[in-house]
């Protein structure tokens, strides 16, 4: 599967972006999604992640409540929103595609390329 990223930018404190990631590929619905982000000098964290059906979701305890997750498997899409943006939240954010919901707390196994997202106090 191949995943291209996008939406993400420059946005000042509080506001909202919102991030889409597009699949290509193999059967998008078998898979289960996520978002992680890196910021300069810090490791990859998982940030979000949604499984095939969208019954289960995992958010990080830093973006629980300001962050959301949703997939249309029939556009084979998924979308992380961003609201009340903090400077911490500044990173490249990656969309991952996992064979299983479990496999996306070890890596995933599909990455695409990254989009930056800035958020500037």
């Known amino acids: 599967v191949q995943l291209q990223a996008s939406g993400g930018g420059l946005v000042q404190v509080g506001g909202s972006l919102r991030l889409s990631c597009a699949a290509s590929?193999?059967?998008?619905?078998?898979?289960?999604m996520g978002w992680f982000r890196q910021a300069p000098g810090k490791d990859r964290d998982i940030v979000s992640a949604i499984s095939w059906s969208g019954e289960r979701t995992y958010f990080a305890d830093s973006v629980k409540g300001r962050f959301t997750i949703s997939r249309d498997n029939a556009k084979n899409t998924v979308h992380l929103q961003m609201n009340s943006l903090k400077p911490e939240d500044t990173a490249v954010y990656y969309c991952?595609?996992?064979?299983?919901?479990?496999?996306?707390?070890?890596?995933?196994?599909?990455w695409g390329q990254g989009t930056q997202v800035t958020v500037s106090s």
């Open positions: 991952v595609a996992g064979e299983n919901y479990s496999d996306l707390f070890r890596w995933g196994n599909y």
């Open positions: 590929g193999r059967t998008f619905s078998r898979y289960a």
